[in-house]
């Protein structure tokens, strides 16, 4: 019998978020060490339960909106983007270790395959938004030109 990937990530809320809010601080990011554990376990929550609408709905929508929003609060607050990429990778990480580690093999398919589009189509949301913010800013990390210019100088 095949267990509901929505049930089955409603049930490992609870693991998941502490695997991944683990990983997040082995990561030693100086934005989410400031924000302090609370805060970022509550992100994480907060990202898992749009990943959880995304596929019971099996619409994209919620995470996207979810995504561009993390990507406008966190460009405001200085994050790079690298920091939040790395939120929604130990998030989708921790999803598959849970996964490969309880479900039987012939379920690992829809249960990965969902959570990878999911979070996948997220993570390219936020990268999308956050570098629309940072060109209109003129951030000079996202400055191409000298990689195209060759090897002038600024």
């Known amino acids: 019998m095949t267990v509901e990937t929505t049930e089955f990530l409603a049930r490992e809320r609870e693991a998941i978020v502490a695997?991944?809010?683990a990983a997040l601080e082995r990561s030693h990011s100086p934005h989410y060490?400031?924000?302090g554990a609370q805060t970022v376990r509550g992100?994480?929550?907060t990202l898992f339960d749009h990943l959880l609408k995304s596929i019971d709905a099996r619409d994209l929508g919620p995470v996207l909106a979810y995504?561009?929003?993390v990507a406008e609060e966190r460009f405001q607050g200085g994050y790079d983007l690298s920091e939040v990429?790395?939120?929604f990778n130990a998030l989708e990480e921790a999803v598959w270790a849970r996964t490969l580690a309880v479900l039987d093999p012939s379920q690992l398919a829809?249960?990965?395959g969902l959570v990878t589009t999911v979070l996948g189509a997220g993570k390219d949301a936020l990268a999308r938004r956050y570098v629309s913010l940072a060109a209109r800013a003129h951030a000079p990390s996202l400055d191409?030109?000298?990689l195209f210019a060759g090897t002038e100088g600024p």
């Open 85 to 87: 990429q790395t939120a």
């Open 110 to 112: 829809e249960a990965l």
């Open 33 to 35: 060490q400031a924000a």
């Open 144 to 146: 191409l030109r000298r």
């Open 67 to 69: 995504a561009e929003h």
């Open 43 to 45: 992100r994480l929550e």
């Open 19 to 21: 695997a991944a809010e």
